[in-house]
């Protein structure tokens, strides 16, 4: 008999508790009444700017429905929502009730917008919590906003900089020196030194130790990941001739998560080569050979190399392009052979899932480098860009040669920085020799994304020079060995790191 009571008071107890979870999800439905006529595109980017003027970050939680709505409309009715039973619980892995969560969402939505949408999910992401999705109204938007499993949610599809750049078409991009570009430079004798076996080194290299810091390593060992446009298919010094000269017992590696399609739903990517020439000078002045081609050699010319193409051009800016950083950052954080992510890309607001993949692969043991901002003229109000501000990443910006610190032509600055490259000259101006997008060809590149190739590419040295160690013990050795360590400048983090000091 106690045994049949005992029975009895469980079903009742899990009962209860359905029904609960049930009556949660039947709540009455959220109206908005006197509804508005959505923002334009000007007003929503004009409110954006608003926060960037005045040297606050923007995020989307910081937007009111209105404008929130408004956004999604111009963006095709795209919306990430980010889920967890509180903020840390992005990882799907790791997250036991991701699954129920989720499927609560979904039916949420479908309350609201209606279940005949063949489109209505568009995504579900394998590894982060998150779920892209379609929505029109402004009362889903609103009531996704208060449900207490909702970490975040974001247009998917703004696309800030196409409208910003209405008028102003040859403004539209924050971009490298360089940004996207097929050119090719016959490099100035002054800004390279020849060594064994007949290799350019490039002047900033000198600035910084990294010739000395080759007698103790060359990076030999350790992966870097770059996230970026993609590489070269041209260029044989990336591909064939990756592992030549002094360069030997080394693999290139290349991949591609971004989807050139006007349809959200595409998955099928446009493939691993560089379309741009970004990629392929970010990965060229990390890991390019040390060989007899008479070509400029990169910081860790021993390091294997992981590429992925996850974007058209440097800015991050659409459905697509978004979604291609994120897949690459998971995708390199699940690589047990990576040890460093280097990505000169960026935004100037933060995009939820980039966060979350950031945040995935850090919690991996990733050292993750990101480019403080690069900028053309209407974006030079902005400091440090997104993902670099980021904890969780090495924020790294360009300075001019001199005694004294200032920052590049084009280059941002601000308390989020932790370390600055030399990568402009005083007198030419010339900036950092890199390989070109052709073969056997080279080129300049500048701003704060040669600036963290380079500073990826240390971090290489030390920690082939030191492979048991972790990532934070690699970072500390590079703060200890930078110019206003142990204090931080309030523009520019610790300074000028000291490769060689680094590996010693």
């Given at each position: 008999m106690i045994k049949k009571l005992c029975?009895?008071?469980?079903?009742?107890?899990?009962?209860?508790?359905?029904?609960?979870?049930?009556?949660?999800?039947?709540?009455?439905?959220?109206?908005?009444?006197?509804?508005?006529?959505?923002?334009?595109?000007?007003?929503?980017?004009?409110?954006?700017?608003?926060?960037?003027?005045?040297?606050?970050?923007?995020?989307?939680?910081?937007?009111?429905?209105?404008?929130?709505?408004?956004?999604?409309?111009?963006?095709?009715?795209?919306?990430?929502?980010?889920?967890?039973?509180?903020?840390?619980?992005?990882?799907?892995?790791?997250?036991?009730?991701?699954?129920?969560?989720?499927?609560?969402?979904?039916?949420?939505?479908?309350?609201?917008?209606?279940?005949?949408?063949?489109?209505?999910?568009?995504?579900?992401?394998?590894?982060?919590?998150?779920?892209?999705?379609?929505?029109?109204?402004?009362?889903?938007?609103?009531?996704?906003?208060?449900?207490?499993?909702?970490?975040?949610?974001?247009?998917?599809?703004?696309?800030?900089?196409?409208?910003?750049?209405?008028?102003?078409?040859?403004?539209?991009?924050?971009?490298?020196?360089?940004?996207?570009?097929?050119?090719?430079?016959?490099?100035?004798?002054?800004?390279?030194?020849?060594?064994?076996?007949?290799?350019?080194?490039?002047?900033?290299?000198?600035?910084?130790?990294?010739?000395?810091?080759?007698?103790?390593?060359?990076?030999?060992?350790?992966?870097?990941?770059?996230?970026?446009?993609?590489?070269?298919?041209?260029?044989?010094?990336?591909?064939?001739?990756?592992?030549?000269?002094?360069?030997?017992?080394?693999?290139?590696?290349?991949?591609?998560?971004?989807?050139d399609s006007i349809w959200p739903w595409s998955t099928t990517t446009d493939g691993v080569n560089d379309l741009c020439g970004h990629g392929t000078s970010m990965a060229s002045v990390a890991t390019a050979p040390r060989n007899g081609n008479g070509l400029p050699v990169g910081v860790a010319y021993n390091a294997n190399l992981l590429t992925y193409r996850a974007s058209s051009d440097v800015v991050l800016n659409g459905y697509h392009e978004q979604n291609g950083v994120k897949n690459a950052f998971t995708a390199l954080g699940n690589r047990t052979d990576v040890k460093i992510i280097s990505m000169s890309m960026g935004h100037i607001f933060s995009v939820g899932k980039i966060e979350d993949g950031v945040r995935y692969a850090n919690n991996r043991g990733k050292l993750i480098f990101c480019a403080g901002g690069t900028s053309t003229s209407f974006t030079n109000f902005v400091g440090v860009i997104f993902p670099a501000w980021m904890p969780e990443t090495v924020a790294v910006t360009g300075i001019k040669e001199a005694s004294t610190y200032q920052k590049c032509d084009v280059c941002h600055s601000g308390s989020e920085i932790d370390f600055t490259i030399m990568m402009q000259r005083s007198g030419s101006n010339n900036t950092v020799p890199v390989l070109s997008y052709y073969n056997n060809q080279a080129d300049y590149v500048g701003g704060s994304s040669v600036a963290t190739a380079t500073t990826a590419g240390i971090a290489a040295l030390v920690w082939a020079k030191n492979p048991s160690w972790t990532k934070a013990q690699v970072l500390t050795k590079m703060k200890q060995s930078s110019q206003f360590y142990p204090t931080k400048n309030s523009q520019f983090g610790h300074g000028i790191i000291n490769a060689l000091t680094a590996v010693q």
């Amino acid at each position: 008999m106690i045994k049949k009571l005992c029975r009895i008071s469980v079903f009742t107890l899990l009962f209860l508790v359905s029904c609960s979870k049930e009556d949660e999800m039947k709540e009455e439905l959220i109206t908005i009444s006197n509804q508005q006529e959505p923002l334009t595109a000007r007003q929503i980017n004009e409110n954006i700017n608003s926060y960037n003027q005045t040297g606050e970050k923007f995020y989307w939680k910081k937007a009111t429905t209105h404008m929130l709505w408004s956004a999604v409309l111009k963006g095709n009715n795209l919306v990430t929502v980010g889920f967890g039973i509180n903020s840390s619980d992005f990882d799907r892995t790791k997250s036991a009730s991701s699954n129920q969560i989720q499927n609560e969402l979904i039916n949420l939505i479908k309350r609201y917008e209606g279940d005949q949408n063949e489109h209505l999910v568009i995504n579900q992401d394998a590894y982060l919590n998150l779920i892209d999705v379609t929505i029109t109204k402004q009362e889903t938007l609103e009531a996704l906003r208060q449900n207490k499993f909702v970490r975040y949610v974001e247009p998917a599809d703004y696309r800030y900089f196409s409208f910003e750049n209405q008028g102003n078409p040859k403004d539209n991009q924050i971009q490298s020196d360089s940004g996207c570009g097929y050119g090719t430079s016959t490099i100035s004798s002054a800004d390279f030194t020849t060594i064994s076996p007949n290799a350019q080194v490039p002047w900033a290299f000198y600035k910084h130790g990294i010739p000395s810091a080759w007698g103790y390593s060359s990076g030999s060992g350790i992966t870097i990941g770059v996230v970026d446009s993609g590489l070269s298919s041209q260029q044989s010094l990336m591909n064939t001739s990756f592992n030549t000269g002094l360069s030997s017992g080394r693999s290139v590696q290349r991949y591609g998560t971004y989807v050139d399609s006007i349809w959200p739903w595409s998955t099928t990517t446009d493939g691993v080569n560089d379309l741009c020439g970004h990629g392929t000078s970010m990965a060229s002045v990390a890991t390019a050979p040390r060989n007899g081609n008479g070509l400029p050699v990169g910081v860790a010319y021993n390091a294997n190399l992981l590429t992925y193409r996850a974007s058209s051009d440097v800015v991050l800016n659409g459905y697509h392009e978004q979604n291609g950083v994120k897949n690459a950052f998971t995708a390199l954080g699940n690589r047990t052979d990576v040890k460093i992510i280097s990505m000169s890309m960026g935004h100037i607001f933060s995009v939820g899932k980039i966060e979350d993949g950031v945040r995935y692969a850090n919690n991996r043991g990733k050292l993750i480098f990101c480019a403080g901002g690069t900028s053309t003229s209407f974006t030079n109000f902005v400091g440090v860009i997104f993902p670099a501000w980021m904890p969780e990443t090495v924020a790294v910006t360009g300075i001019k040669e001199a005694s004294t610190y200032q920052k590049c032509d084009v280059c941002h600055s601000g308390s989020e920085i932790d370390f600055t490259i030399m990568m402009q000259r005083s007198g030419s101006n010339n900036t950092v020799p890199v390989l070109s997008y052709y073969n056997n060809q080279a080129d300049y590149v500048g701003g704060s994304s040669v600036a963290t190739a380079t500073t990826a590419g240390i971090a290489a040295l030390v920690w082939a020079k030191n492979p048991s160690w972790t990532k934070a013990q690699v970072l500390t050795k590079m703060k200890q060995s930078s110019q206003f360590y142990p204090t931080k400048n309030s523009q520019f983090g610790h300074g000028i790191i000291n490769a060689l000091t680094a590996v010693q």
